[in-house]
């Protein structure tokens, strides 16, 4: 089972302390497989691998704009998360799902990276945006061969189902760092790019980033689909510094504003189908905690201290 607990606006530090936090109580066993959903108030976040000239505004103009700068132990580069976007960290232990194949009982690193990437293909399948991989790129991209006439110039049919398997071999280019905890799977949260497609060429644009740090076979960090985020904050960076391929969101391909909450709700569908489990939705971390056996109903004490730091943690 996998329990799902949306939290509204995080600021992104008490966002990091939440999931070492969670890490720690899933790898002692007090927890199961959690999926935080939340927004984070704007911040650009440099992972392990992040060049200081991919920031292009200046400090001083991120602090007028009201951007936070901070660094992660992700892996990749820069990116940015803000309102609008749907962040959503998986807090699972990877050996207790085993690999589509049946011949590994601990799912890889690189299978639940694709099969995360699934998960946001078919949510933008669910509002008829269709989507793609990009071969040596990590996230999901926009497919603009696949158009819908009856919906408008800009709205697009679902694709047919893509198969999650995926191995080391036919995914190039992936770049996976290792420390002495485990791994972070690099080119991490990379929201691409501020390249324009040609007039008449239609470019693939990046709607999902994904970016994970796995500990002792416990993911976190994780995934930011662009719903109705601020596009213009891209320009703030160059994500990997990449500059050949735009960024997008759904709002934009759509031509109109989503529900967050209706675009949560079918991620968590696509979570329970292709990590073929039951899914649970939880109104809190208290109420997550209080259903664990062996786990008081209050939480931990550096839990409530954590909830007395920022409310909104815990909304």
């Not at 007090?30 to 200046?58: F, M, Q, Y």
């Not at 709205?155 to 189902?161: D, G, L, N, T, Y």
């Not at 662009?226 to 990449?242: A, E, K, M, W, Y």
């Not at 292709?274 to 004490?301: H, S, Y």
């Amino acid at each position: 089972m996998i329990s799902i607990v949306q939290l509204g606006t995080v600021d992104y530090a008490t966002g990091v302390k939440l999931q070492q936090q969670l890490v720690a109580l899933r790898k002692e066993g007090n927890i199961g497989d959690v999926l935080l959903l939340l927004e984070h108030k704007p911040v650009i976040t440099l992972g392990r691998n992040a060049k200081a000239k991919n920031v292009v505004a200046s400090p001083e103009f991120l602090q007028q704009r009201g951007v936070e700068l901070f660094e992660c132990d992700r892996g990749g580069d820069v990116t940015f998360h803000g309102p609008g976007q749907i962040v959503g960290y998986p807090i699972f232990d990877l050996r207790g799902f085993a690999s589509q194949d049946g011949k590994h009982k601990t799912l890889g690193v690189i299978e639940f990276v694709r099969r995360v990437e699934d998960v946001l293909m078919h949510t933008c399948a669910d509002f008829a945006i269709p989507t793609k991989r990009i071969t040596g790129l990590t996230g999901v991209w926009t497919n603009p061969e696949i158009r819908n006439p009856h919906v408008g110039a800009d709205a697009f049919v679902r694709p047919v189902e893509q198969s999650s398997t995926a191995t080391a071999e036919s995914i190039p280019n992936v770049g996976v760092n290792t420390n002495q905890e485990g791994h972070d799977f690099s080119r991490a949260a990379n929201a691409p790019q501020r390249g324009a497609a040609s007039e008449g060429h239609p470019s693939e644009a990046k709607i999902a980033a994904i970016g994970v740090h796995i500990s002792r076979s416990v993911t976190s960090h994780g995934f930011a689909l662009n719903v109705n985020t601020d596009l213009s904050c891209f320009n703030l960076i160059i994500p990997c510094g990449i500059t050949s391929k735009p960024v997008t969101s759904m709002q934009k391909e759509l031509g109109r504003e989503l529900d967050l909450n209706a675009v949560a709700e079918s991620i968590s569908r696509n979570v329970g189908v292709v990590f073929q489990n039951q899914i649970l939705w939880v109104e809190t971390l208290d109420a997550l905690l209080g259903r664990t056996v062996g786990v008081p109903m209050r939480p931990p004490k550096h839990l409530r201290e954590l909830h007395k730091e920022d409310d909104t943690a815990w909304a």
